[in-house]
DNA sequence: GACAACAAAAATGTCGACAATCATGTTAGA
DNA sequence: TCTAACATGATTGTCGACATTTTTGTTGTC
């Protein structure tokens, strides 16, 4: 999922998941004005909390705020989306290093865990538990590396991503199968650096690959509800 | 300095700068408790301006957040350190890459211009503009590379180097000096993406290799106050 | 004398109301 | 009829007051 400790993630981190949510499930198209009353009423919370909502979903890259104007769903270009995927694999590499470094005893079984979740969700069709956890597999791997840095780095980077492949998925939504996650613990199960390293890059070159990086979705910004 | 566009920053940008500098020129120890209404009463704002600047600094690693118990200076350790130059080297090249790829006309006028004013606050021995305007440097390279992402990115890691130099320097400040800024520079007006590069490389380095990143300082915390 | 429970103080968290700003619709003038 | 200035409505920005939590200081008991 999108955050990865439960405990204490404040009430906006609810808001904020639950906009990455819609955001992923395409609910929510790139372009879209996000008024803050109207989250209010929706999330049934203070205009406060939405704000603080907000700019917790700027910092990640996920919306983008203009001054007076409002918020609205960021539309990353392709450079954007280039660099995006660039650093991800560069700091999934720094995690799987560390991970691989020193390993804590209850890794293995969360991760493990973590994946038959994964498994159970996809064999039910859940695709909004599916995308949840996805994400969520490669923030436990930030998490188990036990960076706060790279964790929080990888938050952001996972929400572009996000955002991301729903503007430029070619055919059908990759969502992170766990098969590849299941050869990225078999490879750090068999202290195997070089393998996971590997895998890790596999896997994040084939979800890029399945984008169409080659031209900018045109921007419409304002138009977009009546042209739509 | 800190924020690259002076365009509407926001009235809070301006005390996370003014923050941000008092930690560069070590007013402000890691560690150090950084109380609201104080620091309304400083900065003669309102408490909600503070909290504003608190989140934003927090999202940048600068100080860290601890639910109902307040804000303190951010102590990170070695291996957050490593990892912030090791990711900063990352950026940074792709921002030379970018900048060298599509450099607009301004450019090297505007870069010429910024180095002017490092050697003369270093001539004059003004160290708060020195130290501001070191960071400015390689905020407006990747300003003129045209990336936003590459922007937000690069404030977050210099806010973090900012903070990591001073707790592991060694010797004197090395100021990221203007003279390794100028060869950059005549790299990139000469058209040498691989010299360019390198120049970038190597002042990296020299300002990593300035520090002692042998071992942890130790974490005191609460007790910082008693003890110092 | 030491520990535990309780009370007071201080700091943070939250919310609603008001002010400033921008977008839209209207009207007057050429 | 078209343009421009104005007025209106809607939306964001700001602030101060109140509620909650933590910390500190005190007191009473063992």
Redo the contacts between chains.
Sequence with gaps: MYQGKEA?P?PAAEICERIWLSIAERRLRPGTRLKEEQLAEVFDVSRARVRQAL?MLE?D?LVTIL?NRGAFVSE?GV??AR??F??RR??EA?VVE?LSSNISEDALPRLEAHLALEREADARGDTTATIRLSGGFHMLLAELAG????T??LRDLIS?STLITTMYRRHSHHNCGPDEHAALIDRIRARDLAGALEAMEQHLRHVENELDLTEDVPVLRDLRDALV
Tied chains: 1, 2.
Aim: charged letters at 25%; hydrophobic letters at 35%.
């Design positions: 204490v404040g700019a910092s890259g001054p990353p450079d954007e660099d995006v660039h650093f560069q700091v720094r560390r960076s706060t840095f790279l929080s780095m572009r």
